[in-house]
């Protein structure tokens, strides 16, 4: 379970800024606690099932989801595809004369198997500046032990990390790799442990829907998925009766009736070319969904409302905040702008989060439980209005379209 994430100096956000899935201290009376929190065992700490990133166009919400994409494609792939001397794909901000020349941070703390890991790192695209693992026993008074920290070229390995210790020893660890990275390419057990917990950590992204269909078409050659894909399409009354995988073409059936209503028959259509591009995205989606609730695994989701209608949406999102079709405590996070969400009664305070931009074009990300509002506000009428910030400022367009007389 992530229980932060942290990020500075990476594209548009330049001061730290670090998204939450720690409950606060509320009383909430729209939402009920149980179905949106949960409780580590062992811990004095409840986390939230959701969390939702609104603000306007180029107010940085994309990134602080490309900054995550970042933190688990590079940690994935530092050792084994960067070739020594290639440039490192990250962003600093650019738009600061002193954060340009800086590296980019990055820190998550998260729970697995036992135990709250915080593991970060600072990197400009030409090598790793720093780079840290810390971990605890999930219990309280439990104390944080390093398992390593590095400095440029200087690492300091704690002993039970012997796989890491003798990489650093015999300089296998490139300027442009992280250690982590590399310890599991090593079979080191806790590094591999991350490395998979990472992979099952899925984000996607607007340049992912090529990706997210494959994955969805691939995944129909399992009968038991394909009639869950099924059941998943039918729960959003797409008129979809199945889907159905030909020589790579997907055929989506439907039912025909008669003059009277009857249905006397099916047809089929080329799925791509035919059904609408909000029943596509579902389609695409339904496999990721689907795996994070079965595996309490995490969902990552940068404009998870494009192309949906608000009643769906809102029908995905209570999925993952309920007891009953979520009980492994799965976590979506995702960015919106559709602001019916924020009158769902879906979410606390502590699980709406804005992302606004200042005059020298750095995002700041705050949440809504950082105001003292009334549990019962109209959220969606106090944004709109400019109560929280977060929201476009539109000039005269008038002046814009006027001709000329």
């Known amino acids: 379970m992530i229980i932060q994430f942290s990020v500075e100096n990476f594209r548009s956000i330049m001061e730290p800024a670090t998204l939450s899935l720690v409950a606060s201290p509320l009383k909430d009376v729209r939402v009920a606690t149980e179905d949106v929190m949960f409780e580590i065992d062992g811990m004095d700490v409840s986390l939230l099932k959701s969390a939702v990133i609104l603000g306007a166009n180029a107010s940085g919400k994309s990134n602080v989801i490309k900054a995550l994409e970042f933190f688990k494609n590079y940690i994935i792939d530092s050792f084994k595809n960067?070739?020594?001397?290639?440039?490192?794909?990250?962003?600093?901000?650019?738009?600061?004369?002193?954060?340009?020349?800086?590296?980019?941070?990055?820190?998550?703390?998260?729970?697995?198997?036992?135990?709250?890991?915080?593991?970060?790192?600072?990197?400009?695209?030409?090598?790793?500046?720093?780079?840290?693992?810390?971990?605890?026993?999930?219990?309280?008074?439990?104390?944080?032990?390093?398992?390593?920290?590095?400095?440029?070229?200087?690492?300091?390995?704690?002993?039970?990390?012997?796989?890491?210790?003798?990489?650093?020893?015999?300089?296998?660890?490139?300027?442009?790799?992280?250690?982590?990275?590399?310890?599991?390419?090593?079979?080191?057990?806790?590094?591999?442990?991350?490395?998979?917990?990472?992979?099952?950590?899925?984000?996607?992204?607007?340049?992912?829907?090529?990706?997210?269909?494959?994955?969805?078409?691939?995944?129909?050659?399992?009968?038991?998925?394909?009639?869950?894909?099924?059941?998943?399409?039918?729960?959003?009354?797409?008129?979809?009766?199945?889907?159905?995988?030909?020589?790579?073409?997907?055929?989506?059936?439907?039912?025909?009736?008669?003059?009277?209503?009857?249905?006397?028959?099916?047809?089929?259509?080329?799925?791509?070319?035919?059904?609408?591009?909000?029943?596509?995205?579902?389609?695409?989606?339904?496999?990721?969904?689907?795996?994070?609730?079965?595996?309490?695994?995490?969902?990552?989701?940068?404009?998870?409302?494009?192309?949906?209608?608000?009643?769906?949406?809102?029908r995905i999102i209570s999925l993952f905040n309920s007891r009953e079709s979520n009980p492994r405590n799965a976590q979506l996070i995702f960015t919106a702008h559709d602001t019916n969400i924020l009158s769902s009664g879906l979410f606390r305070r502590d699980q709406i989060w804005f992302t606004q931009k200042d005059r020298f074009g750095a995002t700041s990300l705050y949440s809504l439980s950082d105001y003292k509002v009334r549990s019962d506000a109209p959220f969606e009428r106090d944004y709109l209005s400019g109560k929280y910030g977060a929201t476009p400022i539109i000039g005269n367009l008038e002046s814009v379209i006027r001709r000329t007389e």
């Open 82 to 314: 960067l070739q020594a001397g290639e440039e490192i794909g990250v962003e600093a901000f650019k738009l600061n004369t002193d954060s340009a020349k800086l590296p980019s941070s990055f820190e998550m703390i998260f729970i697995l198997d036992g135990y709250q890991y915080r593991y970060g790192m600072d990197v400009s695209r030409e090598y790793v500046h720093g780079e840290w693992l810390y971990r605890k026993a999930c219990r309280k008074r439990a104390k944080e032990v390093e398992l390593f920290y590095r400095e440029k070229e200087e690492m300091k390995v704690h002993p039970s990390f012997s796989i890491a210790t003798d990489l650093v020893n015999r300089k296998m660890i490139r300027n442009n790799a992280l250690l982590l990275s590399a310890a599991a390419q090593f079979n080191d057990p806790t590094a591999v442990q991350i490395i998979n917990w990472l992979t099952e950590t899925s984000i996607l992204t607007c340049s992912d829907e090529e990706r997210m269909w494959n994955m969805a078409v691939n995944h129909l050659d399992d009968v038991e998925m394909r009639s869950r894909i099924v059941e998943f399409s039918k729960f959003a009354d797409l008129g979809i009766e199945d889907i159905e995988k030909s020589d790579n073409h997907i055929l989506s059936r439907h039912l025909q009736y008669d003059a009277n209503g009857v249905a006397k028959s099916e047809t089929s259509f080329p799925f791509r070319s035919m059904e609408s591009e909000g029943t596509i995205k579902y389609f695409s989606m339904a496999y990721p969904i689907i795996k994070a609730l079965d595996n309490g695994s995490r969902l990552v989701i940068d404009e998870f409302d494009s192309k949906l209608h608000p009643v769906l949406t809102n």
